[in-house]
Every structure is written in structure tokens, then in C-alpha cells.
């Protein structure tokens, strides 16, 4: 058996091979600074840039129709009774549409291919030109599950681009919406492992407690998926005393149920050998392939953009970082146990010290001269960076990097040599969304 | 020392008592419901400028394009319609100034000939944001358990009796979704699950982007909503079975 690697020797990018913005340098150099504990270049969040009134055309990331391979180079494998096997883009296991070609002689897996871009809905195209408030009815429909951390980045860079001053009181709906839909995704996270470990107790459990962050969401802000969370005159009505004690009640048997199905899974024999040493990534290769959150923080990387890149709330509440250094399945949902763990302390910090002016962002921009703004912010599965150009209150261009799209090429390293069973725990422990990767 | 045992016997029965009952608020949360314009023909006119989807115009409400985004609330519309809002005919989903408040019934949809015992259903992503998917994958959860009304999803279409679509159709996706839809055996039903596969939803009118679903299939119950609530998928099956959800009675 013959093997053909890809070049080990591509120069170092931040966002990963293929899937970085289009940043010309010179653009970006002045948004970056070397963070100390990774030599990674960092981009700062929530900065205004101005930039000419002509814009340069070339930026623009172009989607080309055709579907994306995700992983680099494909290897070609050949030996005896070796085969691709297709898997997608149609299938039950996934529930989303993608697909994958694996190399395999039939249980092994040698090699794997995602292929990308069957969802593309050619959603950063079409919101050129638009409003800044429409565009984002399509940015928090561009990933359902991550709403409200897309919605917070694309409102971010759109509002330091348009020069809009937002009230504290936003700043602290939109945390406190991010920390909801992050022990949501945690949690489906868990149960989908459950599920695939074939735990049927703790999967329905889990996919009950999961309901009830839904039902929590859909309450507190109107909507069970946050649309319109964040946005002026969206559903969410302001967040009142009764409301927050209410809320506060409900973290309280939540994260109760939580710790007690944790607990079990902990004890659970099968749950942890089925999960341990599953699609492992080395430190080294996280690094190289520019992974983001859980998956770079479970193999040893101390990374998390709420505390590298505090904004406003995050920088006066306590957060402790989740790190593990396994690299495995395991490790990365030990990492989301803690972090839901600690998202319900800065959920009860937020509530305890819930600001007295509620502050809403009613009127439009006042138009300004163009400006170019970028934002980052940990979404569930990790960094997301949005970078908008706005004029006169309309989005002019849009380039965003996904957690997904950064940790994908991890997903399809890390399964070489695994089996098909390994599939679901890697695909799952990730938290990939193809949504977010088409766009 | 807990148990699965323990833990599961600690929480006892959550299932949801739909259809025998009506939703609850807590399973169908403000912005699930479709809205009505409360100022009738003013509301609607109010309306117009305010919906960024173009589902308001004079005339009347289209619930296959709005998107629950809330911004007519100020023109005065309220989310209070029925969550058995699906139908089996497209223009059924365009209310006028007079349209009626919710929880109402609805008859059920003459049977569609074929399915008189247990429903299977196949679920098909045609360019979703994952929302509806997830929202169709809950039905399985302890809280909705479709497996009580005798629904189960299956993971090839050959073994399906319903095709369950949901996100706007790309062209990437289409022949995937025609081929899903040839592999059906008949009789053979088509949910459209949410605005999307309906109208193209919050992505209507992005070039390259189909329609709606009917471009490529017939479709044969449209479920409105941004996503809809893991009932009101509930409620769309329960129609193609020609089941009869009254409140009340099965």
C-alpha cells in the first residue's frame, strides 16, 4: 500500500488552509497581534477601520457553485480491495446535507473526504447591498443551532463598521443569549454521544434536558432558536426582575438535572470507553490547521476568545477556562461539560448584576462614512470572525469564518485509521454544522 | 448512589398530552404561533412596509413566507394563531384581515389513501440553517416521542411512506431530493416543514436559489413557520395520516 501526503510544508495560516478570508495583508496586518500563548495571529475584535469609499472588488470571497472539498488535498490510497465508499449527502446519521467519500477495503477507515457546499444558500452574497438589520435576519438563519453567536459577531463588526453605539443593556441580552445556546449545544452535544453510544436512558435524558434549554430560550426571548433575539424590534420583550428570577429558577433545576446525568455518564463504563481515544488531534495539528474551541482546547491550547477577547460583559464576570490535553472524543466533551458547568455561573453572575438601564437599540445608523469592522466571538463550537463593510447603513461587503470550517480538516484527520462505528462519536464531538460551513 | 434507574424514575412521565390536548405555551412559544393581524385591514396596511419578506400586503397575510421575525408586532399583528396551521393547499396559508384566533380546529384533511396503520417517515435537508432539522429530530425526544402516534423516521427512503423536507431547495441539493423523493414507494406523501421549502423564507429571492420545494416535487401538506414547533410537525404528519386533532379528542 502506497500513500501520497499532502504537503506538509504550506506556509502556517491562522484560519486554516482554504478556508481563510480573504484578507489581502496588508488589510489585515494592523487587526492582528500575536497572542503569547500560541504565536497565533489574533484579530481584534470590534474595531473600526476606515476604509476609501471605492471598494476593492477583489476582496469579496467568491462562491463558486461547485461543491468545496474541505480537507486539502485528497490522499489516493490504493491496495487491494480498496474502494471510496460515498456516505451523503442524503443519510440519517447526519441529520444535515453533506457528504463524505471514504477510502476503506471496509472497516477501516484509510482516508476521508467531506465534500462541501450541497447546503449553500449563498447567504454572505446575497446580504451585499442589504440593510444592516436585514442582513442579519439572514445571518442568524445561516446556522439555527449557533443563532445567537453569529448574530452577536455579524451585529458586532456590522455596528463598530457603521459607527452605532450600543447600549450596555444589549451587550448584556446578547451574553446572556450566547451562554443559553451554548449549554444547548453542549448538551445536544452529550446526547447525541449517548445516542450514538447506544446509552437509550441517558440519550433521552440528555435530549430532554436539551428540550428544556429550548423551552428556557423560548420563553425568556419568545423564540425557541433566539431569531430575532438580537435584533431591534425583534420578539424579546425587556428582561424585568420577575423575568430574570424566573430565569434563575430555571438554571437552578437545570443545571441540577445537569450535574446528575453527568455524573452517571462519568460512571458509565461503556460511555467512556466508547468516546476515549476516538478521533484524536495532536496539539501540533490543531495549531496547523487552525483549530478553534472545545476541539483546540482539548488537546492542551489555552484558548478562549471570552477570555482572550473580552468585551463588555464578559470582562467583569469570573470564567474559568476548560482545558484538557487528550485530544480525544473524551477530552473535547469533558471540555463542554465544564464549559456548560461554568456557563451557568456567568449565567447566574449575569443575573445577580443584571444592569439597572435596559437600554435598546431602536433608531437606525446615523449615516456615516464607510467603515470596516471586525468581530470575534467564542460560538459553541468555537471562534467565529465576521468582518463587514458598512456605508450609509448598508452592508457593502461580508467575509466570515466559522467554527466548522476551522475544525472540519480535523474532523477528517483525526478519523484516519478509526472505524465506521468511530464516525458518529468524531462527527458529533466536534459539533460540526454543515449550515455553517456552506453558508 | 444514583442510577439511570433512579434518575429516570426521579422524572417520571414529561410527554407532551398532544394531540388528545391542546399545545401548551410552553411547547409552543410566542413567535410558533402564527400571527393575525389584530387591526384587520389597517394592521395589513400598516404592516407592508414593516415585513422585510414581503408576506404582508394589503390585501392579506401570507403565512408560507413570514418568518416570525416580530416586526409587525408594532402594526399590530399578534402571534396567536392556531398551531394547526398547516394545510394541504398552498393558498390556504394566505389569511385575510379576518383571520381567526387560536387555539382553533381545523377538520382533518380527507386521509391520504395508503397509510392506515403506523407512519414512516424520511427527513431530507434540501439547504436548511439546521434549526427544522433539529426541530424534527426532537420528535423523538421523551417530550414529543412520535413513536406513541405510531411515527417512526427511517434512515432510507425505500422504507419511507413520507418524505419530510425541510430548508430552501439549493441546486445542489435538488437532484438528491428528486432522487430521495423517486425512491419512495407508493403511496407516497410530501411534507414541506417550515417557509423555507415553501417560499424560500428569510433566503426568498436569492438568485440561484429555487423557488420552493413544488419546483421539484409535489407537495402535500405546507407547514408554516420559522421553524415550526416540534408540534406543528407533529400536527403535518398527523394530517397526512388524516388523522383528526380536534382538541379534546383523537
Redesign the interface.
Given at each position: 500500500m502506497s500513500a501520497v501526503r499532502p504537503s506538509e510544508t504550506e506556509p502556517f495560516d491562522p484560519y486554516g488552509p482554504e478556508r481563510a478570508l480573504a484578507y489581502s495583508p496588508e488589510d489585515a496586518t494592523f487587526a492582528l497581534f500575536n497572542d503569547y500563548a500560541t504565536g497565533r495571529p489574533v484579530l481584534r475584535h470590534g474595531i473600526r477601520i476606515p476604509v476609501p469609499t471605492e471598494v476593492r472588488a477583489t476582496w469579496q470571497r467568491s462562491r463558486t457553485?461547485e461543491?468545496t472539498r474541505s480537507a486539502g488535498p485528497m490522499e489516493t490510497i490504493e491496495g487491494y480491495g480498496i474502494f471510496t465508499f460515498p456516505y451523503g449527502?442524503?443519510?440519517?446519521?447526519v441529520?444535515?446535507?453533506g457528504k463524505f467519500e471514504v477510502r476503506t477495503y471496509g472497516e477501516r477507515i484509510l482516508s476521508l473526504e467531506p465534500v462541501t457546499?450541497?447546503?449553500?444558500?449563498?447567504?454572505l452574497t446575497?446580504i451585499a447591498g442589504q440593510p444592516i438589520s436585514?442582513g442579519a435576519?439572514?445571518i442568524e438563519?445561516?446556522?439555527?443551532?449557533f443563532?445567537a453567536a453569529h448574530a452577536a459577531a455579524y451585529l458586532a463588526a456590522a455596528e463598530s463598521a457603521a459607527g452605532i453605539e450600543v447600549p450596555e443593556g444589549e451587550l448584556w441580552v446578547r451574553a446572556l443569549a450566547q451562554e443559553l445556546q451554548r449549554i444547548y449545544n453542549h448538551v445536544?452535544v452529550l446526547a447525541r454521544l449517548a445516542e450514538a453510544a447506544s446509552q437509550n436512558?441517558?440519550a433521552?435524558?440528555t435530549?430532554?434536558l436539551?428540550?428544556e434549554m429550548?423551552?428556557i430560550q423560548?420563553?425568556i426571548f419568545?423564540?425557541?432558536?433566539l431569531?430575532?433575539a438580537l435584533?431591534p424590534?425583534?420578539?424579546r420583550r425587556h428582561l424585568d426582575a420577575a423575568d430574570r428570577r424566573d430565569l434563575g429558577r430555571r438554571l437552578n433545576l437545570h443545571s441540577e438535572q445537569f450535574e446528575?446525568?453527568w455524573?452517571?455518564f462519568l460512571g458509565s463504563r461503556t460511555f467512556i470507553d466508547r468516546i476515549q481515544a476516538t478521533c484524536p488531534v495532536r496539539r501540533e495539528e490543531a495549531l496547523r490547521w487552525g483549530a478553534v474551541g472545545p476541539t483546540l482546547r482539548a488537546c492542551g491550547v489555552a484558548w478562549d476568545d471570552r477570555l482572550r477577547v473580552p468585551v463588555t460583559p464578559y470582562n467583569d464576570l469570573f470564567l474559568e477556562l476548560s482545558q484538557e490535553s487528550a485530544g480525544d472524543a473524551l477530552a473535547r466533551m469533558l471540555v463542554r461539560a465544564r464549559e456548560v458547568q461554568s456557563s451557568y455561573l456567568l449565567l447566574e453572575q449575569m443575573l445577580d448584576r443584571w444592569p439597572r438601564d435596559p437600554g435598546r437599540l431602536l433608531s437606525p445608523a446615523p449615516p456615516v462614512a464607510p467603515g470596516r469592522g471586525l468581530a470575534r466571538v467564542e460560538s459553541p463550537s468555537g471562534d467565529l470572525v465576521y468582518d463587514v463593510t458598512a456605508s450609509d447603513g448598508r452592508v457593502t461587503r461580508i467575509g466570515m469564518r466559522a467554527a466548522s470550517q476551522a475544525n472540519i480538516p480535523l474532523f477528517a484527520r483525526g478519523l484516519r485509521n478509526g472505524v465506521f462505528t468511530d464516525f458518529h462519536f468524531a462527527w458529533e464531538s466536534f459539533g460540526l454544522?454543515?449550515?455553517?460551513i456552506d453558508a | 448512589m444514583p442510577t439511570w434507574i433512579g434518575q429516570a424514575a426521579r422524572n417520571g412521565i414529561v410527554t407532551s398530552r398532544y394531540p388528545a390536548e391542546p399545545a401548551t405555551d410552553a411547547e409552543v412559544p410566542e413567535t410558533a404561533r402564527p400571527p393575525i393581524p389584530l387591526r384587520g385591514d389597517a394592521a395589513l396596511h400598516d404592516g407592508v412596509a414593516r415585513c422585510p419578506v414581503g408576506a404582508i400586503s394589503e390585501e392579506e397575510l401570507d403565512r408560507g413566507k413570514c418568518i416570525r421575525c416580530a416586526r409587525c408586532r408594532p402594526a399590530g399583528f399578534e402571534f396567536r394563531g392556531p398551531v394547526e396551521a398547516s394545510t394541504g393547499r398552498r393558498a390556504e396559508l394566505r389569511v385575510g384581515s379576518a383571520a381567526p384566533a387560536g387555539p382553533g380546529l381545523v377538520e382533518a384533511l380527507p386521509p391520504l389513501v395508503g397509510f392506515p396503520r403506523s407512519l414512516h417517515v424520511f427527513l431530507v435537508d434540501a439547504g436548511s440553517c439546521n434549526a427544522c432539522n433539529l426541530e424534527v429530530l426532537a420528535l423523538a425526544n421523551p417530550l414529543y416521542d412520535s413513536q406513541r402516534l405510531g411515527i417512526f423516521f427511517t434512515s432510507s427512503p425505500r422504507h419511507a411512506d413520507v418524505l419530510l423536507v425541510v430548508g430552501i431547495p439549493t441546486p445542489e441539493m435538488a437532484p438528491a431530493v428528486l432522487r430521495a423523493y423517486e425512491a419512495l414507494p407508493a403511496p407516497k406523501a410530501v411534507i414541506a416543514a417550515g417557509v423555507c421549502p415553501i417560499s424560500g423564507g428569510a433566503f426568498a429571492g436569492t438568485p440561484g436559489l429555487l423557488a420552493g420545494l413544488e419546483e421539484l416535487v409535489p407537495v402535500d401538506v405546507f407547514v408554516p413557520g420559522c421553524p415550526p414547533a416540534p408540534v406543528e410537525i407533529l400536527d403535518a404528519i398527523l394530517r397526512v395520516h388524516g388523522r383528526a386533532r380536534t382538541a379534546g379528542g383523537d
Open positions: 457553485p461543491l449527502p442524503v443519510s440519517m446519521g441529520p444535515e446535507s457546499g450541497f447546503k449553500s444558500r449563498r447567504i446575497s436585514d435576519l439572514r438563519r445561516l446556522a439555527g443551532n443563532s445536544h436512558v441517558g433521552a435524558q435530549h430532554a436539551a428540550e429550548l423551552r423560548g420563553s419568545g423564540h425557541r432558536w431569531f430575532g435584533l424590534g425583534g420578539p446528575r446525568l455524573e452517571l454544522v454543515f449550515a455553517e | -
